[in-house]
C-alpha cells in the first residue's frame, strides 16, 4: 500500500466524533459571513467552532488554541488574508495545520497566490454547503493523520533509542566479558608460573628419592614408596 492510499484509508475511516471534536477557526472580518459558516458546518455534524477577537490578532489565537482547520478570508478590511497565511506558514508550531482560503474575488492571480503561500483549499463565495463540508471533513482527516505520523514516528524514535540503549549495555557486557577472561587468563598464567616453579623442585627431589628407593629398596617402606610415586605424578599432571 502506498503513503497516498494509506491517507485516503485514514481519511476515510476519520469518525463522526473526531469531525465533530474538530476545532474550526474561522478568519472573517464579517460577523455574518462567521455565522453563515457554522450554520453550513453545524448540518454536517461540525460543533467546534472558534473565532478571534479580531483579523490581526488571528495568528496568536491560532498558536494559542491551535485548531485542526482553519477557514481564511483573503479580502479582509484592516488585515490582508494573504499576510495571515503567509505568517502562518512561517511559524513553526502551526506551519502544518490545513487552511482553507474563502473569497468572493475571482482574480485567478490572488488564487495561485494563496496556493503558492501554502493554501491547503480555496472556495469562492458565496459558500456552497455540500462544497465547503467535504472540504473541511478531509481537512480535518489531514491533520488526524499528520498527528497519527507524527505519533508514530515518536514511537518509532523512542524505540531507536531503547535499541541504542540495549546494544549500548551488551556491548558493555561483552567488553566487561572480555576484560574478565583476560584478568581470568592472567591470573591463571600467573598461578601456573608460581606452580611450576616449586613444582619443578619437588619433581627433582622426589626423582632422587624414588631413584635412591631403587637403588637400595630397604631405605623406605612400600608405603613411603607408593607416596612418593603419587607425589610425582600428581606434580606432572600440573605440570602439563
Not at 490578532?57 to 483573503?74: F, G, K, Q, T, W
Not at 583476560?182 to 611450576?196: G, P, Q, T, V, Y
Not at 637400595?216 to 607408593?226: C, E, F, G, L
Request: aromatic share 4%; charged share 25%.
Amino acid at each position: 500500500m502506498t503513503d497516498y492510499q494509506s491517507a485516503l484509508n485514514w481519511m476515510h475511516a476519520v469518525s463522526d466524533e473526531r469531525i465533530r471534536d474538530a476545532k474550526i477557526m474561522v478568519i472573517d472580518d464579517e460577523p455574518v459571513c462567521q455565522r453563515v459558516v457554522r450554520l453550513y458546518l453545524q448540518e454536517y455534524g461540525f460543533a467546534n467552532f472558534l473565532t478571534p477577537e479580531t483579523p490581526a490578532a488571528a495568528l496568536d489565537a491560532i498558536i494559542e488554541h491551535r485548531p485542526d482547520v482553519i477557514l481564511l478570508d483573503i479580502l479582509m478590511g484592516d488585515v490582508n488574508g494573504l499576510d495571515v497565511l503567509q505568517a502562518i506558514r512561517n511559524d513553526g508550531r502551526v506551519a502544518h495545520t490545513p487552511v482553507i482560503v474563502l473569497t468572493i474575488s475571482s482574480d485567478d492571480a490572488i488564487k495561485q497566490t494563496a496556493l503558492n503561500l501554502g493554501a491547503t483549499d480555496f472556495l469562492t463565495k458565496p459558500l456552497d454547503p455540500k462544497d465547503l463540508a467535504p472540504r473541511v471533513r478531509n481537512a480535518v482527516a489531514m491533520t488526524a493523520y499528520q498527528e497519527h505520523l507524527r505519533t508514530y514516528a515518536d514511537l518509532l524514535k523512542d524505540e531507536v533509542v531503547q535499541r541504542r540503549r540495549a546494544e549500548a549495555q551488551l556491548q558493555k557486557a561483552a567488553l566487561r566479558a572480555t576484560e574478565e577472561n583476560i584478568a581470568k587468563s592472567d591470573f591463571l598464567a600467573r598461578m601456573s608460573h608460581e606452580i611450576r616453579t616449586p613444582m619443578t623442585a619437588i619433581l627433582g627431589f622426589t626423582d632422587l628419592l624414588l631413584n635412591d628407593m631403587t637403588e637400595d629398596p630397604s631405605d623406605a617402606t612400600s608405603q613411603q614408596q607408593n607416596a612418593l610415586r603419587t607425589i610425582h605424578r600428581n606434580g606432572e599432571y600440573l605440570m602439563q
